[in-house]
């Protein structure tokens, strides 16, 4: 008697993939869930320009696709891509929306340090309050050393003249 590669229980009839009638149902209606969930979610980073909103989605969608990762190990169909390529995909969006971020900050620590010109090589108060975000922003990137370059920037910009 066969036996089904998910609930491990003999059965008279397995499908090709070695699931059993009831975990090739339970399978199915999973994968279509979570992938809705998904695609609903990847909508919501491509439409919105929340950045907290973008986080919370890439976060979601790569949650839902390291679910379905047990499903791709199996060799049971879900629907391209895979959940693998869908987390790498998703890490590198969310790197990419973090990167927007950090740049946008620094950009307004520009705008505040040539609006109050005169205050310098003192650097405006919200420096250290960027330098802290920049570190919240580096921990939460799955690629840390994309921000190299933001963050010598901005070293170069506003922490040298307070250390000289």
Avoid: W
Avoid at 7 to 25: F, I, N, S, T, W
Avoid at 94 to 122: C, F, G, H, V, Y
């Amino acid at each position: 008697m066969p036996e089904c590669i998910i609930c491990r229980r003999k059965v008279l009839v397995v499908d090709q993939k070695g699931l059993c009638g009831e975990c090739r149902a339970a399978a199915t209606l999973e994968v279509a869930t979570r992938l809705d969930t998904i695609y609903l979610h990847y909508r919501t980073v491509q439409g919105s320009d929340d950045f907290e909103e973008c986080l919370k989605s890439c976060d979601l969608i790569i949650k839902e696709a390291e679910a379905l990762l047990p499903y791709e190990k199996l060799e049971i169909e879900v629907a391209p891509p895979l959940p693998s390529e869908i987390i790498d995909m998703m890490r590198e969006i969310k790197d990419d929306i973090i990167m927007e971020e950090a740049e946008r900050l620094l950009q307004s620590l520009d705008a505040n340090t040539a609006a109050d010109s005169s205050r310098l090589p003192i650097p405006p108060p919200p420096c250290g309050e960027v330098a802290l975000k920049l570190q919240e922003l580096k921990s939460m990137m799955s690629a840390p050393s994309r921000l190299a370059d933001i963050e010598r920037e901005f070293e170069e910009k506003y922490r040298t003249s307070i250390m000289d």
